[in-house]
């Protein structure tokens, strides 16, 4: 079990949306991080997710930035327009001019290229849900 290096994390605080139209991916992503012993839930979509009515329970969401109507970008700005503190990591799979920086200054705390390095996103996951 991943272990923070702080104190044991509560089920709300280690709840992880997990939303990208590749179901790979998403399969994928969802059980590396139940393996760590986070509550991963998967979404098709950014629309699902809002729609489930679990952002107040969701302690971090990792989002494909390319999805099929609203992107993870779109995602994060509706957060940001609302004031919503939970924190967002991006991640995609297709060549972009975006940058890593671009990201982070729309307000994501982190930005993977698929692939996703698996540890590295547990280890910042690790640092931002604590």
Known sequence: MYDSGV???????????????DLRVLESLVNLLRSFGYSAESYKSAEQFLE???????SCIVTD????????LDLLQFLKNRNCAVPV???????SARSEAFYLEKGAVGFFRKPVDGDALVELIGSVCI
């Open 7 to 21: 104190f044991p994390m509560n089920e709300l605080d280690r709840r992880i949306a997990v939303i990208d139209d």
């Open 52 to 58: 489930s009515d679990t952002l107040s329970r969701t």
């Open 65 to 72: 930035v390319e999805m099929r109507q609203m992107s993870g």
């Open 89 to 95: 990591i991006i991640i995609t799979g297709k060549p």
